[in-house]
């Protein structure tokens, strides 16, 4: 629907910088990560990537509600939680 179609669009544009960002972290599979303002999920799903093997957590923080239902529903069987924050 809108949100899901909204959120690819916005994801297209953000897709290389927040990949590279991932990678530039060095982030390893016991970290716990967090990342604030995710909107479109693309650097929390690489950041998931990178500690699945492991015991490492991944937490994304968004003040829109549109941003957090999908990636909460989507996610809700792994080692990644999603928050919406009042702002």
């Known amino acids: 629907t809108f949100t899901i179609s909204f959120t690819v669009y916005l994801g297209k ?6 990949n590279q960002v991932v990678e530039h972290l060095n982030i390893q599979p016991n970290h716990k990560v967090l990342e604030v303002g995710f909107g479109t999920g693309i650097g929390i799903r690489a950041a998931l990537k990178k500690v699945e093997n492991g ?33």
């Not at 544009?13 to 927040?18: C, D, M, Q, W």
């Not at 003040?63 to 809700?76: A, K, L």
Request: charged fraction near 20%; glycine fraction near 10%.
């Open 13 to 18: 544009g953000n897709a290389y910088l927040e």
């Open 55 to 87: 015991h490492g957590r991944v937490y994304g923080v968004d003040i829109s509600e549109q941003m957090v239902r999908p990636h909460r529903i989507m996610f809700s069987f792994t080692n990644y939680n999603v928050t919406k924050s009042s702002g």
